[in-house]
């Protein structure tokens, strides 16, 4: 069966410092990848999206950047963050062949103090 | 523009007592509708989806979701809630004309259950 993992579940980083959040799907073959943020009391915002190794997409301008150095592995970094880039981050896949529905990982807190 | 709208930002309900939640698309092509939970601090789980065919989905945890073209609504029903089901739940729409993971959700809908 397919899993997905994503980590660290918590972090606590000061202003301008940077950021990298993993995330590693088991259990397929190119897959979708997504990074979703949930601000609090707020919905989710699609971040990227990837549908191949080095195919990022960005969905909104920000200070956050993605990247994919293999099939199965997503990474959501920063190089300086801001206070407001705060927030849980959620990584997500879809089987890219047939789409269908997305499965989400455990989240990532993320505060910036 | 595509929207989705859960009118119910939180909702109290009684355990035993049925729950009904709520939620509305505007799309301009054929919608894919999902639901999902959220446990405090946890990812979210699928619940149900809807793509085609019976308008009355059935899901886990004994959810079922209706498919109302008409009203473009795809509310959340169960008809008995547990005290496991205080979470808080979200509504997502996807098109064919999109890259299936590119939802788009509502603000969702948190459920407290009361003994």
């Known amino acids: 069966s397919q899993t997905i993992h994503q980590w660290p579940a918590t972090l606590v980083q000061p202003v301008g410092s940077p950021l990298s959040l993993e995330c590693t799907v088991e259990?397929?073959?190119?897959?979708?990848l997504y990074w979703y943020r949930q601000a609090a009391g707020r919905g989710l915002q699609l971040l990227f999206y990837?549908?191949?190794?080095?195919?990022i997409s960005s969905e909104v301008p920000q200070n956050l950047s993605a990247s994919r150095p293999q099939d199965r592995q997503f990474i959501l970094s920063s190089k300086k963050l801001l206070l407001s880039d705060s927030g849980f981050y959620l990584c997500?896949?879809?089987?890219?062949?047939?789409?269908?529905?997305?499965?989400f990982g455990e989240g990532s807190w993320l505060t910036v103090v | 523009a595509q929207s989705v709208t859960q009118p119910d930002i939180h909702i109290t309900v009684s355990e035993g007592a049925s729950l009904e939640l709520r939620c509305n698309y505007s799309?301009?092509?054929?919608?894919?509708l999902f639901w999902y939970v959220q446990s405090p601090g946890q990812g979210l789980q699928l619940l149900l989806k809807?793509?085609?065919?019976?308008?009355l989905v059935q899901g886990i945890k004994g959810f079922e979701a209706e498919f109302k073209r008409s009203q473009s609504s795809f509310n959340l029903r169960k008809p008995s809630v547990h005290w496991s089901d205080a979470a808080e739940y979200f509504c997502?729409?996807?098109?064919?004309?999109?890259?299936?993971?590119?939802?788009?959700f509502g603000a969702g809908t948190q459920v407290v259950v009361t003994p």
């Open positions: 259990g397929t073959s190119n897959p979708n």
């Open positions: 997500a896949w879809s089987n890219g062949i047939s789409g269908n529905t997305i499965y």
């Open positions: 799309y301009g092509a054929t919608p894919y």
């Open positions: 997502a729409v996807g098109t064919q004309t999109d890259s299936w993971g590119k939802l788009q």
């Open positions: 809807y793509f085609s065919g019976d308008t």
């Open positions: 990837s549908v191949g190794i080095g195919q």
